[in-house]
């Protein structure tokens, strides 16, 4: 079955821009959940996602935002770009948000 | 969530057991214990987890100790591909905002 896909791969953006990424779950997945990883904070967590809903957040300012669409894709959202938001943004999915998860590749953002 | 302790890294020979230990000794009675590696510029894989009982899979072993405050993920026979990052994750069933550490860097060498 085909995995997590995450697009795009890569993106280069400026400062002061914002950006969306996009992740479609494993088929019949709905729980879809987002990190950020940056060499010196590790794997963070941002949110989760569930039937539509935001089920949990992590401690990332509102900057960074999702949704998920019925279809249980989901895309995040991070507005006026910093160099501190150059990272790889990893997104994974469960059936129901129960712990094993599957990640995607990832994508990664550079902000110059 | 409770937080877990893993050495930094450790060495494997190959073909070999791979013994990775996890201290969680603040787990709640309902909390699990996940593993999940992550191989250089790939996302984390996710391996295994259990309750309290040893479970095991195609991948790995899981032991927990019987108090449930650390448990072992063994490899049973490493390959040089089992080199990665493997992380040692306490977290409920559902719902899961998985807490990453900084996990333990395994090198297999032949």
């Known amino acids: 079955k085909a995995g997590v896909t995450q697009t795009p791969r890569y993106l280069i953006k400026t400062r002061g821009q914002q950006v969306t990424l996009s992740c479609s779950p494993i088929?019949?997945?709905?729980?879809v959940s987002w990190y950020q990883q940056t060499p010196g904070q590790g794997l963070q967590f941002l949110f989760e996602?569930?039937?539509?809903?935001?089920?949990n957040k992590g401690n990332f300012p509102g900057r960074f935002s999702g949704r998920q669409f019925s279809n249980s894709r989901s895309e995040m959202n991070v507005s006026t770009l910093e160099l501190g938001d150059s990272a790889l943004y990893l997104c994974?999915?469960?059936?129901?948000?129960?712990?094993?998860?599957?990640f995607g590749s990832g994508t990664r953002l550079t902000v110059v | 969530d409770a937080k877990t302790t893993q050495p930094p890294s450790m060495d494997c020979a190959e073909g070999r057991a791979a013994n990775l230990p996890c201290n969680h000794s603040t787990i709640s009675g309902n909390e699990y214990v996940y593993w999940y590696r992550q191989i250089h510029s790939q996302g984390p894989q996710y391996i295994i987890h259990g309750l309290k009982n040893n479970e095991t899979n195609e991948m790995a072993s899981l032991i927990i100790t019987e108090d449930r405050k650390s448990s072992t993920l063994i490899l049973p026979h490493a390959t040089l591909r089992d080199t990665a990052v493997y992380y040692c994750i306490v977290g409920r069933e559902y719902g899961n905002k998985l807490v990453f550490g900084a996990g333990t860097i395994l090198r297999v060498k032949s």
């Open positions: 088929s019949g997945h709905r729980s």
């Open positions: 996602y569930f039937s539509e809903t935001q089920r």
């Open positions: 994974a999915s469960s059936l129901a948000g129960e712990g094993g998860y599957t």
